[in-house]
């Protein structure tokens, strides 16, 4: 009964490499992946060296997506090149995969932050990653409102809660990959379709990190659960 | 330096009773309105049996319109009577009223809760009645989602932030008025336009309500702030 390995495209930004470094606590078997096989090597290298005996490799993202076989793939890239980089991840992605988006449709624009929001004509980033993945895929929809920072102080509990959606087969093993780090705690989502309303808080998370100067972020509990 | 008083219209739901509950405990002058000046009047009597020395009124929802004066009115409907509540409250609204929107544009049909959310042109129900309130009084978005029984039980905290959004100066009083129910946390959402996110989450939170069959509700907390 071993866990599924997890492999993190886009690994070598803040908030892939936070998931990086919790998930090698934990004694999963992570994959760093980037555009470039040399920061992913480099950036594996760093977790190996904040957490001894991690089991962490780094390689050039369709290596890893390939390498993942049937585990959980997290798509941790900006949002305009969700579409470029699943291009390049289809071929490499093996059917029982699951793939998961945490992205947020926020454009990159100058101006005030809930106002950037885009809404893609699936509804969601996780809808269009979807509707872009092979058959045998699996999209589900998890850790947009987990703050890079509260994942690299590996010392302190991540007090949030992850809103996880998508089929119920790929959801739970997602859910099972949050209880890897401590205080963070998996909620059930329901569908994909439901990764429209937590995508879209994540707007309003950013104004209120704005307007109270939280400059490593506010996190999300639900109370009474 | 007194405090603005309350006015509920459609304070004979469950939520808008809740809050008037809350608020007559807090020593907050109560309005109850209502489209049958009886029920509110019976609504009033309630409250007065449960918290003593509440003061505490019922009115048809016009008339305790006009008497609020500047005061806080909050709008407590079901979305599809929005509109045709508005309509008999414009002559009543008084100059520097601030009109609180705790709708969510919800349809009562049949069927999964996400799918339901319907989207107001204006982008949200707060946004849809800052359309239709006469010059003068602002609208802010707040107690969205706040469970109706966790108001009604008087001796427990309130385990929630209420996300307030609206025009500075009309945002403040309300999120005054949160500081009225212990355990309640109001935070500052910014411009009225998030009230659309926060309208949304809704959806999100019923389905969990049901999917962890949360009889009383499931609340919302920001972590970090």
Chains 1, 2 share one sequence.
Request: one cysteine or more.
């Amino acid at each position: 009964l071993t866990q599924p390995s997890v492999t993190i495209i886009g690994g070598t930004g803040d908030q892939g490499l936070g998931l990086a470094l919790r998930f090698a606590v934990a004694g999963r078997e992570v994959r760093i992946g980037s555009r470039v096989e040399q920061r992913a090597l480099e950036a594996a290298e760093q977790v190996k060296q904040r957490v001894r005996g991690a089991a962490v490799s780094g390689l050039e993202n369709a290596a890893a997506t390939q390498r993942a076989g049937d585990g959980i793939v997290i798509l941790s890239v900006p949002f305009e090149h969700t579409v470029s980089t699943l291009k390049t991840l289809r071929e490499a992605l093996q059917p029982g995969a699951i793939l998961v988006s945490m992205g947020v449709p926020l454009a990159s624009a100058i101006g005030d932050v809930a106002s950037r929001m885009l809404t893609p004509a699936q509804g969601s980033v996780a809808e269009l990653c979807a509707s872009l993945v092979p058959d045998g895929v699996e999209v589900v929809s998890a850790f947009q409102n987990v703050a890079a920072h509260r994942l690299a102080e590996l010392d302190a509990p991540v007090e949030c809660d992850v809103i996880v959606s998508g089929a119920p087969k790929a959801r739970k093993p997602v859910m099972a990959l949050c209880d890897d780090i401590p205080g963070l705690r998996a909620i059930d989502g329901g569908p994909l379709y439901n990764a429209r309303y937590v995508e879209s808080l994540t707007a309003l998370l950013i104004g209120i990190n704005i307007r109270y100067k939280l400059r490593h972020g506010a996190g999300l509990r639900l109370t009474y659960i």
